[in-house]
């Protein structure tokens, strides 16, 4: 690979000149648009974003005929063409930026009297904050472009026709290495920077073990007919990760022999993690008490998810309370074990979902609008790949030694998005002795498994005969028949694919669901299980990391939560604050004052400096009804003293202040909504 044709990486830093806002379509509280931020809460500027100014800037050079179409196709990409030469990380600041939040109102036609329900609350990244990312073009042919459609973005965000977003844009190239280190080491990245080093395997080691980290969130599609929400899996296919390795080898000039290759699926790792001694979906066995109401203020989503003890089902000893309902686990959970004595894990990786608007082009004037589910960035995921010979595993080293080195990163998933590899290691095969085989086991899928049966029609289950078949036609013939399936859960899912190269879907399969178990009981049974373990996976695909599978994990009975490295999320007092006042705006004498009255609490108890001032203005509406028979009497049944009350859960003024204004709010609406 000449430098000529070698990736080139630019680190690109903007700073804000005027207030910026780029939205998430959603509003909180008294907020109506909220500024997108990443998982740890920090102001983003998201990178499908700034790739689409880019191809506006694009667009405009094409009608001024400076640049061709075919160009901007090879740098951007081209709808149901090629994939983009560029990909980036998406605009990240540190935790110091600040918000602002601006208040705006439509007015009427030849008057300053503002239309009515046009009042709306917007926030913004203040002036003087910088924003940094990292660019990657596939060779230096496209810099030139590049840094043109650069030079003409001027404005991000929403509201760039009205002032809004004018930012400086700087740049400059620097090797993937160094920049990725530095872009890492930020105060965001919670979990520490792991240097992968090359390191050749023994001459007996067919084995590697990958460690992943995503720069983007990524959307793992799990259909091929997505709706308006686009779901997507919580851990990356083996099938998509053996093709984004190829489209890097081919992309690069690389030629890798990854039929010699099976690559397992890469599953999520616990938040602070970034390596373990195993990962597994969550058995379907293992079942937990369904949580029962709570007695609190707090709003269903505000009190976190509380630990239940788990039972596994496939348990000789478990035995369930009749009528008793335990909950089953959910797709997106996992277990592991840090090391070998350590107990298990059980945990879910961050998934937020991302609200897109399509851009109109030509006639268009419906907005296209969809949701993405995502991974959030940042997350580790651990992969195990198994080669025929240890020579395949070396190749693979040599072929790929920019990707293991962090000198560079492929691409996975919707729109192409920026993973690399955090670690690898070798590690050794190890066989389970003798005596870890009884006559009463359990099977265990750790990815999907596709099987057909002697129609060629895909199983919806296993039994002995197919577990003999898939371990050697000779158990079948020796088979006992003692031997049963005591007990099963067994769950299916569609399986689809695309291929890039020829842009067409692949032929959906019907897969067992990874998670999936069996146990097996007899007199001598331990001679299929032995027979099994010998094998890698089972099934079809498995090149592609489907029909592994493990043996005797279970019966699973203990587990724990991962103990977080940064603190737990505290709940939104401003939700908490909203609750408060709609509970008490549903007092029997609260809607009794005008809206004039109210409308006058609400000023003067924003108005007030200090808890003095607070007193002295409950007092009077107390005393109100004695000083003003007539004026005073609506107050005389307001709720005074259960709004002391809430006054004592909280601490601050403002909180108190705020309080007051939400519970006026909810009084006129009841009011207006009561008038109509």
Same mark, same amino acid.
């Given at each position: 690979m000449t430098d000529q044709s070698a990736p080139l990486f630019f680190q690109l830093i903007i700073k804000v000149l005027e207030n910026l806002h780029t939205g998430t379509g959603t509003g909180q509280g008294d907020i109506d648009a909220l500024v997108i931020r990443d998982r740890y809460g920090n102001p983003v500027i998201r990178a499908s974003h700034f790739e689409g100014l880019l191809r506006e800037a694009g667009d405009k050079l094409i009608w001024l005929e400076k640049i061709k179409k075919i160009e901007l196709a090879a740098l951007l990409g081209d709808e149901g063409g090629k994939q983009s030469s560029l990909c980036m990380t998406s605009l990240r600041t540190d935790e110091n930026s600040k918000t602002l939040?601006?208040?705006?109102? #439509?007015? #009427? @036609?030849?008057?300053? %009297?503002?239309?009515? !329900? &046009?009042?709306?609350?917007?926030?913004? %990244?203040?002036?003087?904050? $910088?924003?940094?990312?990292?660019?990657?073009?596939?060779?230096?042919?496209?810099? &030139?472009?590049?840094?043109?459609?650069?030079?003409?973005?001027?404005?991000?965000? *929403? *509201?760039?026709?009205?002032?809004? *977003?004018?930012?400086? %844009?700087?740049?400059? &190239?620097?090797?993937?290495?160094?920049?990725?280190?530095e872009f890492l080491?930020? #105060?965001?990245?919670?979990?520490?920077?792991?240097? +992968?080093?090359?390191?050749? +395997?023994?001459?007996?080691?067919?084995?590697?073990?990958?460690?992943?980290?995503?720069?983007?969130?990524?959307?793992? +599609?799990?259909?091929?007919? @997505?709706?308006?929400?686009?779901? /997507? !899996?919580?851990f990356i296919r083996g099938q998509r990760l053996r093709g984004a390795l190829m489209a890097w080898a081919l992309a690069n000039a690389k030629e890798a022999q990854l039929e010699k290759i099976s690559i397992g699926d890469a599953l999520p790792l616990p938040a602070g993690f970034t390596q373990a001694h195993t990962v597994l979906p969550i058995p379907l066995s293992i079942l937990t008490q369904k949580p029962k109401a709570k007695n609190t203020t707090l709003p269903w989503w505000a009190g976190g998810s509380e630990q239940f003890k788990a039972s596994d089902s496939l348990s000789e000893a478990?035995?369930?309370?009749?009528?008793? #309902?335990?909950?089953?686990?959910?797709?997106?959970?996992?277990? $592991?074990?840090?090391?070998? /004595?350590?107990? =298990?894990?059980?945990?879910?990786? &961050?998934?937020?979902?991302?609200?897109?608007n399509k851009t109109l082009k030509g006639v268009e004037t419906e907005a296209k609008l969809f949701s993405l589910e995502e991974i959030a960035e940042g997350t580790y995921f651990q992969a195990e790949l198994c080669f025929d010979n240890a020579a395949a595993a070396t190749k693979f080293i040599n072929d790929f030694t920019p990707l293991l080195t962090g000198q560079d990163w492929f691409r996975v998933g919707r729109g192409g998005q920026p993973v690399g590899v955090a670690s690898f290691t070798s590690i050794e095969e190890t066989r389970q002795s003798e005596s870890d085989f009884k006559d009463d086991w359990i099977l265990t899928l750790s990815s999907d498994l596709i099987i057909r049966g002697d129609y060629l029609g895909f199983l919806y289950d296993l039994d002995v005969d197919t577990l003999c078949k898939l371990a050697c036609e000779d158990n079948c013939k020796d088979k006992q028949d003692g031997w049963r399936i005591e007990k099963s859960i067994v769950e299916t899912e569609v399986v689809h694919?695309?291929?890039?190269?020829?842009?067409?879907?692949? %032929?959906?399969?019907?897969?067992?669901?990874?998670?999936?178990? =069996?146990r097996i009981t007899g007199s001598g049974s331990a001679a299929l299980a032995r027979a099994l373990a010998v094998k890698q996976a089972m099934g079809e695909r498995t090149r592609e990391g489907h029909g592994r599978f493990v043996i005797g994990v279970q019966p699973i009975t203990t587990l724990e939560k991962p103990k977080r490295l940064e603190n737990q999320p505290l709940v939104n007092q401003q939700e908490k604050l909203l609750l408060s006042a709609k509970n008490l705006a549903k007092e029997s004498g609260a809607r009794k004052p005008s809206a004039s009255q109210l409308q006058w609490l609400r000023n003067h108890a924003l108005a007030v400096n200090n808890e003095k001032e607070l007193d002295n203005l409950l007092k009077e509406i107390s005393t109100a009804p004695e000083r003003r028979p007539k004026s005073g009497k609506p107050w005389e049944k307001f709720p005074i003293d259960q709004l002391k009350d809430e006054f004592k859960k909280f601490s601050s003024l403002e909180e108190k202040r705020l309080l007051v204004s939400y519970l006026v709010q909810y009084l006129i609406l009841e009011k207006e909504s009561t008038d109509e």
């Open positions: 939040v601006w208040a705006s109102s #439509k007015r #009427k @036609p030849n008057s300053r %009297v503002p239309e009515k !329900d &046009t009042l709306r609350f917007i926030e913004y %990244v203040a002036a003087g904050a $910088c924003f940094k990312a990292i660019l990657r073009i596939q060779n230096e042919a496209q810099q &030139t472009l590049l840094e043109r459609l650069l030079r003409r973005i001027d404005r991000i965000g *929403g *509201g760039r026709n009205r002032g809004s *977003g004018l930012v400086q %844009v700087d740049w400059q &190239t620097c090797k993937a290495d160094t920049l990725l280190e080491q930020t #105060k965001s990245d919670r979990a520490p920077r792991i240097n +992968p080093q090359v390191e050749h +395997p023994a001459p007996t080691v067919t084995r590697l073990r990958l460690v992943l980290r995503n720069y983007e969130p990524l959307c793992l +599609p799990v259909t091929g007919h @997505p709706g308006n929400l686009i779901r /997507s !899996d919580s478990e035995e369930q309370t009749e009528g008793e #309902k335990r909950k089953r686990p959910g797709m997106h959970e996992y277990l $592991c074990k840090i090391d070998e /004595s350590s107990t =298990w894990l059980r945990y879910t990786p &961050t998934m937020n979902v991302r609200l897109r694919g695309f291929n890039a190269a020829s842009g067409l879907h692949r %032929v959906p399969a019907l897969a067992l669901r990874r998670g999936s178990c =069996w």
